[in-house]
């Protein structure tokens, strides 16, 4: 079974197709630029050399049928005709309440992310339209939905209930949904395999640090609290989100700099994480070099940064009663030893140590905890494609 497995974003789209009777990635890309002029594909068959293909994208119908030509094409392409894609896989950002593990895409599922716009109106749109297109260009192939919010549907309502007054959950569902769900599930899979135990029975804190990061505590296999809330905004120190704050320093900035809601949300969501406090970037490893030469904001915000992600640890091994394994995943999570090691430090009394020379390791499966650590710690590789691939193949089998 061959799938392809589609993200669609407002002007971009990227895909890979997967052959799932090995999991080996045939061919993967990205279409930048949609419905702007210069739109152009970036093609990679397997292991083969990139090739960037220009051509007019004016809508997301266009890019998918690109998607297709640079897949069927006698030189770069990995399949003869678009027969051979058996099954499409469509990462879908919010499904509300509506949807807590993946589903067979049909028009009842359509109108029900239609009603989950509210909830994440720069991301749903854009999802809704890659599937639109998929059966446009792609008319009876079967189609999945994968939900970042899906794995987390499992949180208690202590969890997710905000004390605010309850009608805001009634009216308007206000709550905490978490993303990054197909990420934390397919690393916690993941580190059971690797330690041979049975995911039913391990304690597991994951750690999703990227440009967006969450943390969450999934339990027997179970999402039971992750740090991203209604919106990815809450939780941890971002590139360019705060993350957590008390909710009065809205308010208060509105008034001192008179800023519109549009512009209040903007300094939160753009303005603010290590960007905000480092005034230099919001990359890692731009950060982390100046840190290295004496910048004292870089090393504030990675500061502040490792401290709400070491707070977060803390919270979940309570909320589990325990913890048998911490896993680093994501851009920095997978590449980032020192962040590692300085989240870890100083939580021996819980168990957890780091050994400075397994953890010097970079985007590969690795424990790195200590001989003797009591909490393993793991750096697991993310692939919320394989993910996204494997449930469409799960789901559509089982049909
Ligand atoms: P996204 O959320 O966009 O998928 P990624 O998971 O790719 O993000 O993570 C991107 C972030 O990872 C970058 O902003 C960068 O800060 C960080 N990163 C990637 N490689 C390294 C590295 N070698 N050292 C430190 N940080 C890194």
């Given at each position: 079974?061959?799938?392809?497995?589609?993200?669609?974003?407002?002007?971009?789209?990227?895909?890979?197709?997967?052959?799932?009777?090995?999991?080996?990635?045939?061919?993967?890309?990205?279409?930048?630029?949609?419905?702007?002029?210069?739109?152009?594909?970036?093609?990679?068959?397997?292991?083969?050399?990139?090739?960037?293909?220009?051509?007019?994208?004016?809508?997301?119908?266009?890019?998918?049928?690109?998607?297709?030509?640079?897949?069927?094409?006698?030189?770069?392409?990995?399949?003869?005709?678009?027969?051979?894609?058996?099954?499409?896989?469509?990462?879908?950002?919010?499904?509300?309440e509506k949807f807590a593990t993946s589903v067979v895409i049909n028009?009842?599922?359509?109108?029900?992310?239609?009603?989950?716009?509210?909830?994440?109106?720069?991301?749903?749109?854009?999802?809704?339209?890659?599937?639109?297109?998929?059966?446009?260009?792609?008319?009876?192939?079967?189609?999945?939905?994968?939900?970042?919010?899906?794995?987390?549907?499992?949180?208690?309502?202590?969890?997710?209930?905000?004390?605010?007054?309850?009608?805001?959950?009634?009216?308007?569902?206000?709550?905490?949904?978490?993303?990054?769900?197909?990420?934390?599930?397919?690393?916690?899979?993941?580190?059971?395999?690797?330690?041979?135990?049975?995911?039913?029975?391990?304690?597991?804190?994951?750690?999703?640090?990227?440009?967006?990061?969450?943390?969450?505590?999934?339990?027997?296999?179970?999402?039971?609290?992750?740090?991203?809330?209604?919106?990815?905004?809450?939780?941890?120190?971002?590139?360019?989100?705060?993350?957590?704050?008390?909710?009065?320093?809205?308010?208060?900035?509105?008034?001192?700099?008179?800023?519109?809601?549009?512009?209040?949300?903007?300094?939160?969501?753009?303005?603010?994480?290590?960007?905000?406090?480092?005034?230099?970037?919001?990359?890692?490893?731009?950060?982390?070099?100046?840190?290295?030469?004496?910048?004292?904001?870089?090393?504030?915000?990675?500061?502040?940064?490792?401290?709400?992600?070491?707070?977060?640890?803390?919270?979940?091994?309570?909320?589990?009663?325990?913890?048998?394994?911490?896993?680093?995943?994501?851009?920095?999570?997978?590449?980032?030893?020192?962040?590692?090691?300085?989240?870890?430090?100083?939580?021996?009394?819980?168990?957890?140590?780091?050994?400075?020379?397994?953890?010097?390791?970079?985007?590969?499966?690795?424990?790195?905890?200590?001989?003797?650590?009591?909490?393993?710690?793991?750096?697991?590789?993310?692939?919320?494609?394989?993910?996204?691939?494997?449930?469409?193949?799960?789901?559509?089998?089982?049909?």
């Amino acid at each position: 079974m061959k799938v392809l497995v589609i993200n669609c974003g407002s002007s971009s789209l990227k895909y890979q197709l997967i052959n799932m009777e090995n999991e080996e990635v045939l061919a993967k890309g990205i279409c930048e630029r949609i419905g702007i002029e210069g739109s152009f594909l970036k093609h990679q068959p397997g292991e083969g050399d990139k090739v960037t293909i220009e051509k007019p994208m004016p809508t997301h119908t266009e890019a998918i049928q690109s998607v297709v030509e640079a897949l069927t094409d006698s030189n770069h392409g990995v399949i003869k005709n678009m027969s051979e894609i058996n099954a499409v896989g469509h990462r879908v950002v919010h499904a509300g309440e509506k949807f807590a593990t993946s589903v067979v895409i049909n028009d009842a599922v359509e109108a029900a992310l239609n009603e989950c716009i509210e909830l994440a109106p720069l991301h749903n749109p854009p999802n809704i339209i890659g599937i639109e297109a998929c059966k446009k260009i792609m008319p009876g192939v079967p189609m999945v939905g994968v939900f970042d919010t899906a794995f987390h549907q499992t949180m208690p309502k202590e969890a997710y209930i905000y004390a605010l007054p309850y009608e805001t959950y009634e009216k308007y569902k206000v709550r905490r949904y978490g993303f990054h769900g197909t990420s934390h599930k397919f690393v916690s899979e993941a580190a059971a395999e690797f330690l041979g135990k049975p995911l039913s029975e391990l304690k597991i804190v994951t750690c999703h640090l990227g440009n967006g990061a969450s943390v969450a505590a999934v339990k027997n296999g179970k999402s039971i609290d992750t740090s991203m809330g209604f919106t990815p905004l809450e939780g941890l120190v971002m590139g360019t989100r705060s993350g957590d704050l008390d909710p009065a320093i809205v308010t208060f900035l509105q008034d001192k700099e008179n800023l519109t809601s549009e512009g209040v949300n903007n300094l939160l969501n753009k303005k603010s994480g290590v960007l905000g406090i480092s005034k230099l970037s919001s990359d890692f490893r731009d950060i982390e070099q100046a840190a290295e030469k004496g910048d004292k904001n870089a090393q504030l915000a990675l500061d502040v940064y490792t401290y709400r992600v070491k707070k977060y640890i803390g919270s979940y091994i309570a909320a589990m009663n325990g913890a048998d394994v911490i896993v680093f995943t994501a851009g920095l999570g997978e590449n980032s030893a020192s962040t590692r090691e300085a989240i870890c430090k100083d939580m021996d009394f819980l168990g957890i140590k780091i050994d400075p020379e397994r953890n010097n390791v970079r985007g590969k499966l690795a424990e790195v905890s200590a001989e003797g650590s009591k909490v393993k710690v793991l750096v697991v590789p993310t692939n919320e494609e394989l993910m996204i691939a494997r449930d469409t193949k799960t789901l559509l089998n089982n049909k």
